[in-house]
């Protein structure tokens, strides 16, 4: 028991339009580490901290935005018995076979109400280059750029919000610890599968599979302000903060890759348990909800996606 | 699925030598809140950031000590099944009805291998004064103190270290993210029903049934530097820091209630998860892995518990 | 010799339109502590790093702004100098007889080309409240609210900035860290008497003698985090922040007072010489001067003073 | 007027044992620049954020310590005038041309009776690499290792104290904000000639012109815990740390260079003005004086010196 099934997000597969300019991006200014370049020109990254093989794959293309997000599960056994409550639950579910993502094994893949795909997978290969397993360092090499820790979570657009609440609670067992309910119904939900206060978020919005930001863990608020000197320094384009989210509490800059897919660089959130109550916020206090210090939205909150 | 069976520690029952001088010390030092003073003398605490009704019982007693640390299970169902599979790894178990403590279900206990009571439990009233549930400021009431958030996990001294790793680990469902192997075996075992770096620790140690500390969650490296100044300011006891763990990674100071007992403020620490490998130490190393940046114990470490 | 002549920011006499809400704020939020309320109305404030007895005053008006900014000398004989130096720069200099404010000492007063008031002093009573000189403590009472520091500089708003720039560097000693050059003019000067990055700052402006804020220290980032989560907690008006300033590198949350008038918390900024360079920002790049994070004005920045 | 006669220390020079061994240890871990490496086998350093060609050279040699500690002047008329002074006061003053350095003018030296060579000088060529002066960034590229921004003081040990402190306040016009007195007599002073909490200290030694310790400035509390963390990667020698001072308030580690001079990162640290009383500290709290945190010396702090 303890956790079972689902663990934590796995993979994010990212489109990007100049591979070069997004390693730069990746590599050197957040401080993910380059774990391999593959003959059909994906581009496979981890974080520092990151104990298996990857967690970011970057994919050249003509637009951006997010072809999945995968979490990992703790068996085979597991994810053969999402596949059942996923079909019974009516969405179809196809194969990806181990290899076509280098180190990985077999994953399967659906298409949720609000337009995504999420994938599900038990096998990775740990990473030559993870932490130490014998007497540790805190790092063996000096982290680098925004310090990146790990890839930590991703804020999804699309419709049809309430049947993705249920499905990822009732099917994938989430938990939900925050919800913006507005008069019309449910604008918001942040869900998590382990500990963290969530390890996917989604927005109503009308067009359906969008990304809204994809998330980087920093140490600490400190951290958070270093990213943004980093930003300034190298004229990075940046959405907002450093601030605090009302939600989950942490402490947040949005900003935007070379493709205008957003990141975020996150730090502290609570510790989430499924014993606590959901955390319900109203169309008064979203503004604070999403930016506890600015206390409203920005305009590009609920428009720019990719 | 997600986290099942235990979920987190719920009830830490402390002796102390002086009622008053630990209210001092957990409240205004510490920066816990004060819930409940019992007709039987005891006092029920708990943290600004925790949802349910306490976490730590002081118990006035002539003499300092743990009088048992119980875990906080997701049902009684799972409760039920726990009393099962202990009883049949041979293990006595008893019950504690309802309402011992306020606010407080049904427990049952048992004395693990170490000679530590241990005792689980299903249900705890929620707090009317946890986080707020509907738009929630980060905090309600400026924290006090150190601004401890939570009770986060306790390291307990104790014979047959490998009994209690097989108990909790086979039992209790809990992984095993660090160990110190000496030459002669196991020195030491940090384990964890969740995706903290641990819940419990365990230390070999002729004299059974003995506490090394009992942990506050505080926010980050400036709150530990705060405590220390705090700590000075009041002319408290200090044991070691402010430094780091090479184990877990966590930032840490180890310092002395009134009556003797060590506790710590520890924040940081990694995320653990049970497919990552467990971290091993050896004897030229288990130093560095204790006190990150002194390398090496000091002597209170191995010998002052209660 | 080492530091001659002036010492400091001594005294910001503040008018607000309400003193119970100015008290909670100022004392309860700021955290600074509370002299004294004397028979004329006007309420002493200080930090709690401060030596001598005040270095706010607010006067209930039924207006908003600064009656005057002065500075400490390090003796009589020097504000005499001054006076002589600034009468024949062309200034018409007042007097203030000594005990015009509790425990200070004569002061000189003048305006100058900006249309703002400026004194001069050099006696003011060490506070029984200051922080210890026998063994001392870090602070002898926990910081409260934001844990603000000290009184440590201001902004001022009016015209003929170049001349005000003459009459502090040439009369007053001071040097110039830092200064916004337009295509038509110096729009701002950022100067220090000290060690410094600014003791006080102009902003050219139309209107003569007008306040953008007065600030007070801070540790260092952590505390302007803090600082933000008090603002929200409490519902206080925010401007703009957590951020930092390109001039003077610090870091920074703009905000008001209930009156209007705009405070900042401040932390960090470099150690100023005056054998330095001055850093010379032109209208390119003012905006990342202003706000290094933001990269450009806000609206209110040019345009909200009182 | 403002800062008059000396600013700050200038140029200490080190001797090491091992020049590549330092290199490693001042470049790659403290994060100096590295200036120039001379025909006579000096290497120059500076800190990222200091404007002037170098402040720390090191000079191979068969024994570790310190040649000179140099204050920079704010023009020869001062040197000059303080030659004056000095020799009135009874010390020989010698003459260093310029050009003994690169980029460095005529400086002045004599030996104080703690048996330390004290150097004067106004003129040093600003760095090429030093921060920018037209719409500068914090930094011009990412600080590395410990990110030393600055030399910033060091701490002597040698005899007649009180004469040290009699040259320092008399002559070279330096005031004192700590000082402790034990009941034979004035153990040690720290002393600065700017806003700085010191520029300079010294410890009542009975041999002549040692050095205990070259200090280093770092941004705040963080960057001590990532100092920290350095030293252990690295194996470095630490001494103690992270601590706070309770004298200056400073945040530190003290540890040692590959040759055995003990160095010291910084952070904090009060402002500092002359108007402000002297802090004393008796031999009962001396302990907690130097280290704040333990409130007791340990055995290297008053005899681990080269």
Chains 1, 2, 3, 4 share one sequence.
């Not at 360092?137 to 249920?166: F, S």
């Not at 918001?188 to 980087?216: C, Q, R, Y």
Request: charged share 25%; aromatic share 12%.
């Amino acid at each position: 028991m303890s956790q079972e099934g689902l663990l934590r997000p796995g993979i994010a597969q990212l489109r990007v339009l100049d591979m070069d300019e997004s390693i730069t991006h990746y590599v050197d200014r957040l401080g993910l580490e380059l774990v391999s370049k593959e003959a059909d020109g994906r581009v496979y990254l981890k974080g520092y901290d990151e104990f298996h093989r990857h967690s970011v794959v970057l994919r050249e293309a003509d637009r951006a935005g997010i072809d999945y997000f995968a979490f990992k599960a703790d068996s085979q056994e597991s994810v053969d018995n999402f596949r059942r409550r996923i079909e019974e639950w009516g969405l179809a579910v196809d194969d990806v076979p181990a290899g076509e993502q280098p180190g990985v094994g077999p994953r399967i893949g659906f298409t949720i109400p609000s337009g995504h795909r999420i994938e599900l997978f038990a096998d990775m290969e740990l990473s030559d280059d993870g932490p130490d397993t014998r007497n540790p360092y805190t790092w063996k090499t000096e982290p680098r750029g925004m310090r990146a820790q790990r890839m930590d979570h991703c804020l999804l657009y699309g419709p049809n919000i309430d049947q993705v609440e249920e499905f990822f609670t009732k099917v994938l067992d989430f938990h939900l610890p925050e919800r913006v309910d507005l008069p019309d119904g449910t604008l918001a939900i942040w869900m998590t599968v382990s500990n963290k206060a969530h390890d996917i978020a989604f927005v109503k919005h009308d067009e359906p599979g969008k990304l809204h930001h994809l998330a980087f863990f920093l140490e600490d608020w400190n951290a958070i302000g270093n990213a943004a000197d980093i930003m300034t320094r190298y004229d990075m384009s940046r959405d907002l903060g450093p601030t605090r989210h009302g939600i989950t509490r942490g402490q947040t800059i949005y900003f935007f890759d070379p493709s205008g897919n957003r990141n975020e660089v996150f730090s502290g959130g609570y510790t989430a348990y499924k014993d606590h109550p959901t955390r319900i916020w109203d169309h008064n206090n979203v503004g604070r909800g999403i930016f506890y210090y600015e206390r409203q939205l920005n305009e590009a909150f609920l428009s720019v996606v990719t």
